[in-house]
């Protein structure tokens, strides 16, 4: 009876999704950028609600909005991982490799926008001014890093390192 390794084939499959940015699909790179903008979004918008809120001045408001989305995001990531089994220092490593660079994009583009809107920053959580700006700010920020998304994939790095725990 001859013996087959499967693990051996499942290897190679896996690498398919490691080859060039040109073997990425713009599909896959903006599935990883949704995912990212999910975590992002969530901490972008509490952060933002909350400094806004309490009053704080616009630099706390955005490092309180990014120190969120960067706690998020990797919360997100990490809530997959974890359930693959992976131990927690592990699972943390894998989504820093993962999320890093897209969120640290994702988060240039969003409070570039937030702060360059005049009154944007200054408007009241009732103001839609505030809102459409955060919006704008997201769309624009899921526009700037499918491609980077995609070229990262495309490399094996990003979202395609946690692949291999899904």
């Known amino acids: 009876m001859e013996h087959v390794d499967h693990g051996h084939a499942h290897g ?4 398919h999704h490691h ?13 990883a950028t949704l995912h990212c903008l999910t975590g992002c ?13 309490a009053g704080l001045h616009n630099a706390a408001t955005v490092l309180v909005s990014v120190a969120l989305a960067f706690v998020f995001g990797y919360a997100l ?6 359930r693959a089994g992976l131990p927690l220092r592990r699972a ?30 200054d408007a009241g959580l009732a103001d839609a001014l505030f809102w459409v700006s955060l919006v704008l700010s997201l769309a624009l920020a899921f526009l700037l890093t499918t491609p980077v998304n995609r070229w990262m994939i495309g490399r094996g790095k990003g979202h395609a390192v946690v692949h291999a725990y899904h």
């Open 12 to 15: 190679h499959a896996h690498e």
């Open 19 to 31: 080859g060039a940015p040109e073997g990425t699909s713009w599909r896959t790179a903006a599935q």
């Open 41 to 53: 979004a969530v901490g972008e918008v509490l952060g933002m609600v909350v400094g806004t809120a």
């Open 77 to 82: 990531t990490m809530r997959g991982i974890l």
């Open 92 to 121: 943390l490593k894998v989504a820093l490799a993962a999320d890093t660079l897209s969120i640290a994009v994702m988060e240039l583009i969003d409070n570039t926008v937030m702060v360059g809107v005049p009154g944007a920053m």
